[in-house]
């Protein structure tokens, strides 16, 4: 064998052992609390950013130092998807200019067209949970207002929801959806019958979700893309990632949040199909394959930072085992990258798109580990990830994303999720149980704590 690949083979042993000794070390309440201030900071910092120079705007471009609109008018995604992170870090001040602007400016009159997944799972959501945190019935009457104009995306032949409805006049528009756009929907207006008694969004979000469940294959998986006018797969591509994901995720949480027993039966069966034509297991771990929906074939050997969600969710559910192999292939992503990459190619250990846009699955699968097993492999694992995010993302203003990770050159945006997920997460992490308890809230996809149902449906 050549001197130089001896040597090679030499380092990274010693890396790997140095690595595994230091996931071993004990991470002191010191440690934590030092996390925690950390993360506080960044937060407080991204906000001064965004204060300063996007005002109103739904997110800030924090190279131009420019605000940025979704679409015609603001809907002040971030200060609406910060308020709970802002009371949860106990960031006061924070907290109360979110408030303010959000009750005094949020006005969902407006002709705007909006995508009704992205605005249910940031907005519907955000002032849910900012309603049962703070208790002010205005986050509520905004709610309602919101969840109203949304409903007629479900006006479709088969029940579920178009993608696109226009706020003033509730036009509808593009007929191809996907599960976790259809699916994603059913924890915020499942939680919006809850607190108004109106069952017609439970029961609308419901019908919409379990049409996606009805058109499951033999194998019990589900397609990438259906028409909801015919009910028709379009993409019959079937995987963990973007179009599918949250999709799962719903299910479960569903059951947990509302005890509908239709949830849970739908999620064990698709969960056990994830389980026995997904998961391809290698030496970095187990990662999640895409196959044809009707004959588990596999497409492709395509991972990524979304499917990341999947070892958090599988931990949640019970399966802590095979969650912690998802979350050794997660943090081996990670680790491979500098920071994890929007997707690679596991089998061939490539990357395919090199960005990170701040995304914050790996953090949320972390967290849940970390709780569920109290290891302090998870702790280290979290410090890495959280260090490696705001040590090359920051810049002045905020928080950038990353054209690659690589490189670390850096892309002109900072979306509302960083603080709704990425800084929450970051923060639960290495935060006492108190602050979070699971046993009394359910997180959703955009990581709003909704309070428990007591009265089960």
């Known amino acids: 064998m050549p001197k130089q690949k001896i040597l090679l083979i030499v380092i990274v042993g010693i890396i790997t052992s140095n690595a595994f000794a230091q996931h071993a070390a004990k991470f002191t309440d010191a440690m934590k609390q030092e996390m925690c201030e950390k993360v506080k900071k960044a937060a407080q910092h991204a906000w001064q950013g965004y204060k300063q120079y996007a005002w109103g705007a739904d997110d800030l471009k924090p190279l131009t ?249 599988c931990g949640y559910a019970g399966d802590v085992k095979t969650a912690r192999e998802i979350q050794k292939a997660n943090y081996y992503m990670w680790t491979k990258f500098n920071i994890e990459p929007e997707e690679f190619n596991f089998k061939t250990d490539s990357l395919l798109s090199a960005y990170y846009i701040l995304r914050p699955e790996s953090l949320e699968s972390d967290f849940y580990l970390y709780r569920l097993t109290r290891d302090n492999s998870y702790l280290w694992q979290g410090k890495y990830m959280v260090d490696a995010i705001l040590n090359h993302c920051n810049n002045d203003v905020g928080y950038a994303s990353l054209k690659n990770v690589r490189t670390f050159e850096k892309a002109n945006s900072m979306e509302s999720f960083f603080f709704g997920e990425t800084l929450k997460y970051a923060y639960l992490i290495f935060a006492p149980t108190s602050t979070l308890d699971l046993k009394k809230v359910v997180l959703t996809t955009e990581a709003h704590p909704f309070n428990i149902e007591t009265k089960k449906r």
């Not at 969960?271 to 030496?283: E, G, Q, W």
């Open 65 to 313: 130092k420019q605000p940025r609109l979704w679409y015609k008018n603001s809907m002040l995604m971030t200060p609406v998807d910060a308020f709970d992170t802002f009371t949860l870090l106990e960031l006061t001040d924070e907290a109360a200019a979110a408030k303010q602007l959000i009750l005094s400016e949020l006005n969902f009159n407006t002709d705007n067209d909006v995508q009704v997944f992205e605005i249910t799972i940031r907005l519907l959501a955000g002032l849910l949970t900012a309603y049962e945190l703070d208790g002010d019935k205005k986050f509520l009457v905004l709610a309602e207002d919101l969840g109203k104009r949304l409903m007629p995306a479900f006006n479709s032949p088969t029940g579920m929801p178009y993608r696109y409805v226009h706020l003033q006049t509730g036009k509808t528009r593009d007929s191809i959806n996907n599960p976790a756009e259809i699916g994603t929907l059913m924890m915020e207006f499942g939680k919006l019958s809850k607190l108004t008694g109106n069952n017609s969004y439970y029961d609308a979000a419901k019908k919409g979700m379990m049409e996606v469940y009805k058109r499951r294959s033999k194998l019990d998986l589900v397609g990438e893309q259906i028409d909801v006018t015919t009910g028709k797969w379009i993409s019959t591509q079937s995987h963990i990632s973007g179009y599918i994901d949250s999709y799962y995720e719903y299910m479960y949480k569903c059951w947990v949040l509302f005890g509908d027993a239709d949830f849970k039966k739908a999620f064990d069966q698709h969960n056990a199909a994830i389980k026995k034509y997904l998961i391809s297991k290698t030496d970095h771990g187990w990662f999640m394959r895409h196959v044809d929906m009707n004959t588990g074939v596999e497409s492709a050997t395509t991972y990524g930072a979304l499917d990341a969600f999947y070892a958090g969710l």
